[in-house]
């Protein structure tokens, strides 16, 4: 979210000043002893990740006057990293973050083969001129004392030394490696693949059963590979053996072998020992907390509880199709255990509930549910076109992405919070609807897909300000939950109105809506057919749809909307028309519609507005719309001065 908000400026500078911290590799001994690039450019907050080829090199920070030995400030180490393959990097990487500019020196500090003093160094940000340049530190290297020197417990330091397994890579029943020897404060990152499997720690003696205060992940049920689940733990010591395996029943992972370990002794209590002695073991079990022990990430996310259940697997549902069926979980899943993560924070254990709930706010909330889903199902449409892989991909920097993928899990908890309610006084929820998005151009591009989801998220905080105060006497323990939904639901519309590019102090503006309308116009938008309970208290059919064509005053980049034509079923039809026009502040006013169609736009409005087609006008407040509306409502953008 910080990055969103960081350059809040209507101009298309925007998105490029939004861009990520860059991440960059660098490959250590690569087609002989150098590192590729040797030089190296980095911002602020950049990462850069080292790679090792053959066949044992490190890189340890040193001074531009002592080219090969570690800076004696302290700097970083990554530890040595053995591998056989010239050509295909270790499973092992170490990580620096860039922190200022200053020039950064470097070596490998293998002493067979005299690495640094063979000109094996590296540098970031050297000056390209002067006396100190890389060429100058890789003179002064060549020139150095032998033999190089690394810091004296040989541990990495100043980075982040990661190995990467693989969990059932190819749908096997292994570990890839299993056979894991590594440096203390090594993370080694578990990367779970098809099917549902987990890493859980054991000790020799029971290969398959939990150790006491051991990290287990849980269980991680999934159809992708790789799934962007990653369980994180890290080595404390060198010397202490840790032994894992995979608890799953179904089919006896652990006694198939499904088993690791992670400096095992080479004689005696050896890893294919293990093995062996996991073959007759009794049937697996797993600590009934997860995930314990290490960090959990699902895509990017931490996940710190699944709350007592496994992993659901929903969140890898394909995108929703393009029309039809809900594919949005129905109310009453348990949420994924991402969502409260990305969506900052779950849905309260109670909601200081009072002794009963009216029937306005009966209707309310199931209103609320009813517009929620419609909601959910455009915003997980958005997020998996805009996502990596899908048809909109790139338009937005991930940052962007992110944020429509935490509102659609801020969503999902919204919506629970109407059904919860719902269901604490036994009150029906709304039954299961299909939709016709791809009518609504949702589906088509990213441009009816942001209207979309800020039309719905307008409508929500309409409602909400319209029954807010409605419903304050009779239900006044929902009150915090309205405001906070309102809070949530506006910050989702300056992202959403951000990425339209709309100047951000005019818009969205929060106007009041009344439910009915509100309901008519998601209706007739979004929804093909609806199954089961519906809004109590609704009128028995919705209003035509509204066209609206807007004139602008002739002016550079775009006048004032000075007026505007709708066409609607039946208007043709006998007696006097007016518009109304629902503004910011509970602000109504009124123009006259002329028998063409035409109408002016008041001359004070602008930003987001609603117009509705009334039968009267005179004396007509906000609450009396639905009671002389024609036709409508329908959602304008009034552009400015
Ligand atoms: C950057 O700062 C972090 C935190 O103080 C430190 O751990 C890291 O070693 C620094 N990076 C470099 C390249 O000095
Ligand atoms: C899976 O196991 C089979 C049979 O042992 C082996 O041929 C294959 O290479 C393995 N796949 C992976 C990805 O390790
Ligand atoms: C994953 O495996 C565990 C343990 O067998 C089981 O309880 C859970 O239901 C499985 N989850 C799925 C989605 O299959
Ligand atoms: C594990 O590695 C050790 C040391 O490299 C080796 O002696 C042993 O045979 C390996 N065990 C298995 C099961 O691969
Ligand atoms: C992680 O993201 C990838 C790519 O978008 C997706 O296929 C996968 O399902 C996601 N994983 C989870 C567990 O949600
Ligand atoms: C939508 O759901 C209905 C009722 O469950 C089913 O009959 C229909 O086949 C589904 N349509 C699609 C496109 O999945
Ligand atoms: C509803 O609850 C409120 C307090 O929570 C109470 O004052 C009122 O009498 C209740 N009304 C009914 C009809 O039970």
Redesign the pocket.
């Known amino acids: 979210m910080r990055s969103v908000f960081r350059a809040f400026l209507p101009t298309a500078a925007l998105l490029a000043s939004i861009a990520e911290a860059a991440h960059y590799t660098v490959t250590v001994g690569k087609g002989g002893l150098k590192f590729d690039p040797e030089n190296l450019v980095a911002a602020p907050g950049d990462t850069v990740e080292y790679q090792f080829f053959a066949k044992k090199h490190s890189v340890v920070q040193s001074s531009f006057a002592e080219p090969c030995k570690p800076l004696a400030a302290g700097g970083f180490f990554s530890g040595f990293t053995p591998t056989d393959s010239p050509d295909t990097a270790a499973r092992t990487t170490f990580t620096i973050t860039v922190n200022d500019t200053k020039p950064i020196w470097a070596y490998c500090s293998q002493t067979t083969g005299d690495h640094c003093q063979n000109g094996m160094v590296h540098s970031i940000n050297a000056p390209t001129s002067g006396t100190n340049t890389l060429d100058a530190f890789r003179n002064l290297a060549k020139a150095a004392a032998k033999p190089s020197t690394s810091p004296p417990d040989l541990l990495p330091v100043g980075g982040l030394r990661k190995l990467r397994v693989d969990v059932g890579l190819g749908g096997n029943l292994t570990f890839t490696p299993s056979n894991i020897t590594e440096l203390a404060r090594t993370v080694v990152e578990f990367s779970f693949n098809p099917k549902n499997h987990s890493v859980v720690q054991s000790n020799f003696a029971n290969p398959c059963q939990p150790l006491d205060q051991g990290f287990s992940s849980g269980f991680i049920p999934t159809a992708v590979s790789p799934s962007g689940a990653l369980f994180d733990i890290v080595i404390k010591d060198n010397t202490t053996p840790i032994w894992f395996y995979c608890a799953q029943t179904n089919n006896n992972h652990c006694q198939k072998g499904m088993v690791g370990s992670i400096n095992a002794p080479a004689t005696g209590n050896t890893l294919q020992a293990f093995i062996d002695k996991a073959t007759t073991a009794p049937p697996s079990t797993i600590p009934p907390q997860a995930p314990i022990g290490g960090t959990m990430t699902i895509n990017g996310t931490v996940i710190t509880s699944f709350n007592g259940a496994v992993f659901n697997p929903s969140a890898n549902t394909p995108p929703p199709p393009a029309d039809g069926n809900a594919t949005v979980p129905s109310p009453g899943t348990p949420l994924p255990p991402q969502v409260p993560g990305m969506a900052g924070g779950g849905q309260p254990a109670n909601y200081n509930w009072?002794?009963?709930m009216t029937d306005l706010a009966t209707e309310f909330l199931q209103l609320l549910q009813f517009l929620d889903d419609i909601l959910l199902e455009v915003l997980f449409l958005g997020h998996a076109n805009l996502a990596t892989g899908g048809a909109w991909a790139g338009v937005y920097p991930k940052s962007i992405v992110d944020t429509i993928g935490a509102m659609s899990a801020q969503a999902l908890v919204h919506r629970s919070a109407a059904t919860d309610c719902l269901q604490h006084f036994q009150k029906p929820l709304h039954g299961s609807c299909s939709y016709k998005l791809q009518d609504a151009s949702v589906t088509t591009n990213v441009d009816g897909f942001l209207h979309a989801a800020l039309t719905l998220l307008l409508l929500e905080i309409g409602l909400l300000t319209d029954i807010s105060a409605l419903i304050a006497a009779?239900d006044p323990?929902l009150v915090p939950i309205l405001v906070t939904e309102v809070g949530a639901k506006s910050r989702m519309t300056a992202v959403v109105n951000m990425m339209q590019n709309h100047i951000a102090a005019a818009a969205p503006r929060e106007v009041m809506i009344p439910a009915p309308l509100a309901w008519s116009y998601a209706t007739t938008h979004y929804v093909r057919d609806c199954q089961g309970p519906a809004v109590a208290g609704m009128p028995d059919k919705t209003w035509p749809t509204l066209e609206v064509t807007a004139t602008q005053a002739a002016a550079a980049g775009g006048g004032r909307t000075t007026g505007i034509t709708v066409q609607f079923d039946g208007a043709g039809s006998a007696g006097s028309k007016y518009l109304a026009w629902v503004g910011p502040w509970g602000g109504l006013q009124f123009t006259d519609l002329a028998a063409d169609g035409t109408a002016s736009v008041p001359t004070e409005l602008f930003g987001h507005v609603w117009i509705v087609v009334v039968s009267k006008k005179d004396g007509v407040k906000l609450q009396d719309l639905p009671g002389v509306t024609v036709a409508g409502p329908e959602i304008l953008w009034v552009s400015g001065l």
Do not use: E, R, T
Request: aromatic share 20%; proline share 0%.
């Open positions: 009072g002794n009963n009779g323990w």
